[in-house]
């Protein structure tokens, strides 16, 4: 929906601007029209805000606005637009904390020392579950407001001049550190697996260690994107979850991305594929054949992400195992350090670039760094064998 503004003049010379735009219609071409606008700028405001209100049911919030105001607008202009549903809702719920304290404050009253005090009560108060937000948690809660005040300044025309989150005193992140499993700790959990019930999980978690994919990547896979002849399978799509139910998306980075197998996840594929086989003339016409996935619900349906998570977690404590199924893609990684160069590392994983890969599993940079300097040294310290006088 596009728009424009427009200038013209009063009977006594003086300069007055407006704004037009076609309005969403089922008939005939419709325009919204709007004069008596002072200045350019002050239509250009308007314009933006009649079209919001239109798209989305938004009206512009009043200048006299409190956090609470702005942040529903926010969400409704942009973030239940633009951003996947799962990240929307992952706002809504981390801004709570900080609305809960500071949403019936008008934006002009809010400085950056307001928002210091509730983010560090977040840190030392516990929460619902019992204990205080993480570091990652907080920082994570003042980039949401950030992001928010940094569009209401450039589009919204509040009346701030600044952000008040700039400069705000934030809680260092630990750095991040991966959990993994030995190898010896995987073979226990595939065994136990065999004596669980639910009969996607033994090749689940066979392709989780042998492809690296994520979660949502293999819950969205289907039969089609498996090419057993050549031996890999093709992610070029995921599956997400929010409070409303699943729903595919695009892949993380938004690219899909070539995978080779190795032989034992084609061998639980295809065992895998005759269990599933007996579901499918069981189900009989109730089956969703249309969805062909390859892990699936005993009628075909999607398996909930949620889900899925918790039951593995729970076989991975029976075990007294520290484990997800995504740590299953984090030992993976960092078994493939040893033998393959990081490039490949990261493109199998789907990572956008390199760095992200190093940052990650910086544990495997410094193991091979080291394993460098003994190569250097059985190679290049002899030639430094004499004693230094």
């Known amino acids: 929906m596009k728009g424009s503004t427009f200038r013209y003049y009063l009977a006594d010379g003086q300069v007055r601007y407006g704004y037009v735009f076609d309005a969403a219609s089922d008939g005939p071409r419709a325009q919204v029209k709007k004069r008596g606008f002072v200045s350019e ?26 956090l609470a105001e702005l942040f529903d607008y926010w969400m409704k202009e942009y973030a239940w637009r633009k951003l996947s549903k799962k ?4 706002y809504a719920d981390s801004a709570q904390a900080v609305l809960s304290q500071l949403g019936h404050i008008p934006i002009q009253k809010l400085d950056l020392y307001a928002f210091e005090r509730v983010l560090e009560d977040l840190a030392t108060t516990p929460s619902k ?18 992001g928010m005040f940094k569009r209401a300044i450039a589009r919204y025309d509040v009346p701030l001049k600044r952000n008040p989150l700039v400069g705000v005193d934030l809680p260092k992140g ?8 030995e190898p010896e700790d995987i073979r226990k959990f595939a065994i136990q697996t065999l004596r669980e019930s639910v009969n996607w999980m033994r090749p689940l978690a066979a392709m989780a260690a042998g492809s690296g994919a994520r979660r949502g990547e293999m819950l969205a896979a289907d039969w089609k994107s498996l090419n057993v002849r050549h031996g890999h399978i093709v992610f070029d799509k995921s599956l997400g979850q929010t409070r409303e139910g699943v729903y595919v998306k695009a ?32 189900f009989g016409e109730a089956y969703r054949t249309d969805l062909d996935l390859i892990f699936a619900e005993p009628d075909g349906n999607h398996l909930k992400p949620d889900s899925v998570t918790a039951k593995v977690c729970l076989v991975m404590r029976k075990l007294g ?6 740590t299953l893609r984090h030992s993976l990684a960092s078994e493939l350090f040893d033998v393959v160069p990081t490039t490949t590392i990261s493109k199998r994983l789907g990572h956008s670039n390199v760095r992200t890969t190093t940052e990650i599993y910086s544990h495997g940079v410094r193991r091979r760094d080291t394993e460098a300097a003994d190569a250097v040294e059985e190679t290049l310290g002899p030639m430094f064998g004499d004693k230094v006088m």
């Open 41 to 66: 700028k002050e239509a250009d405001a308007a314009l933006h805000a009649a079209i919001t209100k239109q798209q989305t049911g938004a009206s512009r919030p009043p200048a006299e606005q409190t």
């Open 87 to 90: 990240t929307s809702e992952r």
């Open 129 to 146: 579950r019992g204990r205080p937000l993480s570091a990652k948690t907080i920082r994570n809660v003042a980039s949401v407001f950030q």
């Open 174 to 181: 630990a750095k991040r550190r991966v959990k993994t499993l």
């Open 251 to 282: 892949t993380k980075s938004g690219e899909e991305r070539v995978v080779p197998l190795p032989a034992f996840v084609l061998r639980e594929l295809e065992v895998h594929r005759q269990r599933q086989e007996k579901h499918r003339a069981m």
């Open 321 to 326: 195992l520290d484990g997800s199924l995504h």
